[in-house]
């Protein structure tokens, strides 16, 4: 299966879980990346891998009426999910799409802003991408991206991968496609390869509480961890599960790491543009 098929078919299968409670890190930095790229009523924004909509949602109320927002995303449930509660919040100026970014066109110049919020990693070239991303910027505009840092659900995500090894070594990966950009130095790397060369870049320390080991799972059916689970037949399932979630009470795992860097750079005036 290609990487296309296999992002669609895991994020349709987690739209199950994605908006529950546990997983409320999507919506916290979502907000955050809206927050840093400072919208302005009436600007247009674009949202690649939107989800169902934990960055493009608030760009709208920050954007009003006179605004634009267009959220890009594989996964026909999460635009679904998207869309209705866009529908439920009046948010008219708000339109989801269901398209490859890597294959839909804008015209040069055609937003204030660009987004993408846990999803650059998800492109083969992510220079390529990113680049792409920068010539849709108008000048004086801006462009957020969101990643993964160091550390990502640890300290269960060790134990994943452990138990995971006892019954289906194939599926244990030591690498990560994010793994490249969890830090400042790695972020800033793919901005100045891409020709940014000035980019601003906070990084989010925080933890997700997990007021029950069932929780993790939860996240884990939410979360691209829904590969994984997909692979198991319904008796590795539960015992993988079951093994999972006893050690996790067993030492007591009460939170998570959810760690993240932002990073926004805005493009020079025109005169200047690359």
């Known amino acids: 299966m290609d990487k296309i098929k296999k992002v669609i078919k895991t994020y349709n299968a987690a739209a199950d879980s994605f908006d529950k409670k546990p997983l409320s890190f999507w919506n916290f930095f979502g907000q955050k990346t809206v927050d840093l790229a400072n919208l302005r009523q009436g600007d247009s924004v674009l949202d690649v891998c939107c989800g169902s909509g934990a960055s493009a949602l608030p760009a709208a109320r ?13 996964s026909e449930r999460l635009l679904q999910l998207g869309q209705s509660k866009a529908d439920a919040a009046g948010l008219d100026w708000i339109y989801f799409i269901q398209a490859n970014m ?13 987004m993408c919020v846990f999803g650059i ?3 083969e070239d992510m220079e390529r991408q990113l680049a792409n991303l920068w010539r849709l910027v ?11 840092g160091s550390n990502i659900f640890s300290p269960v995500s060790e134990i994943w991968n452990e ?4 019954i289906r070594m194939d599926l244990v990966s ?13 972020l800033k790397e793919l901005f100045f ?5 000035t980019v601003r870049i906070v990084s989010s320390q925080r933890k997700q509480i997990l007021n029950d080991p069932e929780d993790f799972w939860t996240i884990a059916m939410g979360s ?4 994984i689970i997909e692979q198991l037949t319904p008796e590795e399932r539960i015992y993988f599960k079951t093994r999972l979630l006893s050690k996790v009470r067993a030492h007591g795992i009460n939170s998570i790491e959810t760690n993240a860097l932002i990073a926004v750079a805005q493009k020079p005036p025109a005169r200047q543009d690359l």
Do not use: C
């Open 193 to 197: 390869n891409t020709g940014i060369e």
């Open 224 to 227: 691209g961890f829904r590969w």
């Open 102 to 114: 890597e294959q839909i066109k804008f015209p040069r110049h055609r937003f204030h802003a660009v």
């Open 138 to 148: 108008k000048p004086t505009g801006k462009i957020g991206i969101t990643t993964w």
């Open 121 to 123: 990693f998800f492109f």
């Open 163 to 166: 138990e995971l090894s006892k």
């Open 62 to 74: 920050e954007v009003g009426k006179e605004g634009l927002v267009i959220g890009v995303d594989l």
């Open 174 to 186: 030591d690498f990560q496609p994010w793994d490249n950009i969890t830090t400042e130095k790695g």
